[in-house]
């Protein structure tokens, strides 16, 4: 059964930064990709980075490009995004899961739109005061 742990979360000022972490368990890290999605209040859930465990490929979306940037350790099975010049927009409870096949942000949409993500933990929040 896959499982996710998101941690790392907490009250940033704007301009400040965090750093997340998922840890996963129950499935071979290597041959799953790994995304990150954020839901803000009143919003929908948005994917916003994913790395492909394998070959180390990594994707964004518009916007967290450049401020933020998602790497693995396989060792650990564990995922991080690095948050950077964070603004009030981020706010949001973050969520990591787990998939196969997919390299883009687009297409981990797709498959977390169909269902096929798995892990889905509690999520982490981040608040960034203006």
């Known amino acids: 059964e896959v499982q996710v742990v998101e941690s790392g979360g907490g009250l940033v000022q704007a301009g400040g930064s965090l750093r997340l972490s998922c840890a996963a368990s129950?499935?071979?890290?290597?041959?799953?990709?790994v995304g990150w999605f954020r839901q803000a209040p009143g919003k929908e859930r948005e994917g916003i980075a994913c790395?492909?465990?394998?070959?180390?490929?990594?994707d964004y979306a518009d916007s967290v490009k450049g401020r933020f940037t998602i790497s693995s350790d396989n060792a650990k099975s564990t995922v991080y995004l690095q948050m950077n010049s964070l603004n009030p927009e981020d706010t949001a409870v973050y969520y990591c899961?787990?998939?196969?096949?997919?390299?883009?942000?687009?297409?981990?949409?797709?498959?977390?739109?169909?269902?096929?993500?798995?892990?889905w933990g509690q999520g982490t929040l981040v608040t960034v005061s203006s």
């Open positions: 899961a787990a998939g196969q096949h997919f390299t883009t942000v687009q297409a981990m949409n797709v498959q977390a739109l169909h269902g096929y993500l798995e892990g």
């Open positions: 790395i492909s465990n394998g070959d180390g490929i990594t």
């Open positions: 129950g499935f071979t890290f290597e041959d799953y990709a």
